[in-house]
């Protein structure tokens, strides 16, 4: 039996592994599809529809949809541009993102991907939901105005950390994220070096007084689109 398989993507065609998603298969071919509850390391969640691409035809989560021989993949089109930049806008119009004063800017991967997109302003009205911020932890803190509920922390303090800090409560339009205590963050066992506080791909999980540590001009995603890397690594 061959090790590998030809999929195809854009009009590409690439070789993937057995067991690999299509978004691994099309990384490891540097082929970017944007992401962003995705995160190397964890399971996937599939949950932002970010990733979205059609195969045979059909919308699947990238992340998540295993690579199949001879499938057709269409990741880099006008309408699944489109449909990516609607997934984006709405999580601006649904938090609260002040962009020019949060301490993620230019490292925040949602930021990142409205540039990306060529997102100037969202076309949807803001929701400006009342949120909280919990600041009781020593050296890490929420601010849930800022959560997108991809579930990087959830899965990253119960996969990586062991230790389940984080969790979703509620459903629906009321879906946040708790942590596992009594009252506030500063009642768990959360440490500034847990790999759950890494993971947050946006400024809601926060570590204390590094802030706008980076200048602008040397912070992440200052010079080049987010997901440039990875064709840049296939190119080297
Ligand atoms: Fe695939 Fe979020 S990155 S659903």
Redesign the pocket.
């Known amino acids: 039996m061959s090790e590998t398989m030809t999929i195809t993507i854009d009009g590409r065609e690439i070789q993937a592994r057995p067991g690999q998603t299509i978004?691994e298969a099309a990384e490891a071919a540097g082929v970017y599809i944007p992401?962003?509850?995705?995160m190397k390391g964890l399971t996937?969640?599939?949950?932002?529809?970010?990733?979205?691409v059609l195969v045979n035809g059909r919308p699947q989560?990238?992340?998540?949809q295993p690579a199949t021989p001879g499938a057709v993949i269409e990741n880099d089109t006008e309408r699944l541009l489109a449909l990516r930049r609607n997934i984006i806008e709405m999580l601006f119009v649904e938090g609260n993102h002040f962009c020019m004063f949060c301490e993620k800017s230019g490292n925040c991967e949602l930021q990142a991907l409205a540039y990306r997109f060529g997102i100037p302003a969202p076309m949807y009205p803001y929701l400006w939901p009342k949120r909280e911020v919990d600041a009781s932890h020593p050296d890490v803190m929420v601010d849930h105005n800022r959560c997108i509920l991809?579930a990087r922390c959830v899965r990253a303090s119960r996969d990586l950390d062991g230790k389940n800090v984080f969790q979703f409560v509620n459903r629906n339009g009321h879906k946040r994220v708790a942590v596992n205590a009594e009252a506030r963050l500063g009642d768990t066992d959360l440490k500034v070096t847990d790999k759950a506080v890494a993971a947050c791909p946006v400024g809601a999980l926060l570590k204390k007084r590094v802030g706008y540590a980076v200048p602008v001009g040397k912070r992440l995603y200052d010079h080049e689109p987010i997901g440039s890397d990875i064709a840049a690594a296939h190119k080297k």
Do not use: F, W
């Not at 992401?35 to 995705?38: A, D, E, S, V």
């Not at 996937?44 to 979205?52: A, D, K, L, Q």
């Open positions: 978004l992401r962003l509850c995705y996937p969640h599939g949950s932002c529809r970010v990733c979205t989560s990238a992340c998540t991809c």
